[in-house]
T-cell receptor, first 112, second 113 residues
Framework: DGGITQSPKYLFRKEGQNVTLSCEQN?????MYWYRQDPGQGLRLIYY???????QKGDIAEGYSVSREKKESFPLTVTSAQKNPTAFYLC???????????FGSGTRLTVV | QKEVEQDPGPLSVPEGAIVSLNCTYS??????FMWYRQYSRKGPELLMY????GNKEDGRFTAQVDKSSKYISLFIRDSQPSDSATYLC?????????????FGTGTRLTIIP
């Protein structure tokens, strides 16, 4: 079955550490996205990529970094510069012909 | 300013009732409108997809778009406890990749058995 796989499902990080969240899709979608979801704030766009080796900042990119070396993969690194990283992170993808997103099941990151 | 506004609820209705979920939007360039359902601790899943104005029906679900008033709605008939979830509305314009600030914050719905 085609879909998006995010791993891990739960992640704990100590303050001052970088951590990388994985996102893989086998839908052959061109575009991939990272969103952050906090209670009462909805989905906020961190980064997105429409093509391999290219990506753009979203609304809350500070403290995050991404790469898009393969069409299938779009990992997100949460750096120590992100002041409030505890959140639910969602990866999504879509193709040019379809305006609906396909979402992964999310990664819940907790800073301890 | 958010381009899509949505009442966060929570909204509780008895089983079997008709549910009405609503969003307003400010960007006249929106042409595509979507509703997502998100269960607790899961990713959102696409529920309904509508282009421009009008209604679209799929089983117990009806999506309605009124571009003149910039109002989008989702109706759920014969609501079931399994419909308890957060519902997100989403608007999109025609150029690929312009997704900033287009999701509503979500309405949390509980169907009471």
């Amino acid at each position: 079955d085609g879909g998006i796989t995010q791993s891990p499902k739960y992640l704990f990080r100590k303050e001052g550490q970088n951590v990388t969240l994985s996102c893989e899709q086998n839908l052959n979608h061109d575009a991939m996205y990272w969103y952050r979801q906090d209670p009462g704030q909805g989905l906020r766009l961190i980064y997105y990529s429409q093509i391999v080796n290219d990506f753009q900042k979203g609304d809350i990119a500070e403290g995050y970094s991404v790469s898009r070396e393969k069409k299938e993969s779009f990992p997100l690194t949460v750096t120590s510069a992100q002041k409030n990283p505890t959140a639910f992170y969602l990866c999504a993808s879509r193709d040019r012909a379809n305006y609906g997103y396909t979402f992964g099941s999310g990664t819940r990151l907790t800073v301890v | 300013q958010k381009e899509v506004e949505q009442d966060p609820g929570p909204l509780s209705v008895p089983e079997g009732a008709i549910v009405s979920l609503n969003c307003t939007y400010s960007n006249s360039a929106f042409q595509y409108f979507m509703w997502y359902r998100q269960y607790s601790r899961k990713g959102p899943e696409l529920l309904m997809y509508t282009y421009s104005s009008g209604n679209k029906e799929d089983g117990r679900f009806t999506a309605q778009v009124d571009k003149s008033s910039k109002y989008i709605s989702l109706f759920i008939r014969d609501s079931q406890p399994s419909d308890s979830a957060t519902y997100l509305c989403h608007g999109a314009i025609s150029n690929f990749g312009n997704e900033k600030l287009t999701f509503g914050t979500g309405t949390r719905l509980t169907i009471i058995p």
